[in-house]
């Protein structure tokens, strides 16, 4: 399934140029994470959040979060970012910010959480299955108390 993304028209004084809404958004400094989180939309929101640091160091970014959740280990990795970096990432939780994605709009700086109105936001202990012999179930099973706690 395809998804259109909408352009952006912007007057400059050599004439109208056009963003898709995703690039004028980031030169705002906001990163919009509105899909389920896994390995290629973390390494989208990491690039987004170093870029930025790289732009302008002091300044605050904007996380808007309307994702049903996903990848512990995905999320995890955007997580360390917005703590390595030295902007402070505001969160705000737009629609619902479910499992891992309620992670991340926890992980905003202190102060700067936020959940509109209407938004669901929906935190759960984290769950898995293993298989194969009882030392890889061993394993397993002490990576999910290790993500628990």
Do not use: W
Request: proline content about 5%; glycine content about 8%.
């Amino acid at each position: 399934m395809s998804t259109l993304v909408p352009m952006v028209i912007e007057q400059t004084n050599r004439g109208e140029r056009s963003f898709d809404i995703y690039s004028r958004l980031l030169s705002e400094r906001i990163i919009f994470l509105g899909t389920p989180i896994n390995d290629d939309i973390a390494n989208l929101i990491m690039a987004q959040l170093l870029h930025l640091e790289g732009e302008e160091p002091e300044k605050d970014i904007n996380l808007y979060i309307n994702s049903p959740g996903g990848s512990i280990t995905s999320a995890l990795a955007i997580f360390d970012t917005m703590e390595f970096i030295k902007p402070d990432v505001s969160t705000i939780c737009m629609g619902q910010a479910a499992s891992a994605a309620a992670i991340l709009l926890a992980a905003g700086a202190p102060g700067k959480r936020f959940a509109l109105p209407h938004s669901r936001i929906l935190l759960h202990q984290p769950s898995g299955g293993a298989e194969g012999q009882s030392a890889d179930i061993e394993i397993q099973a002490r990576e999910i108390q290790r993500i628990r706690d």
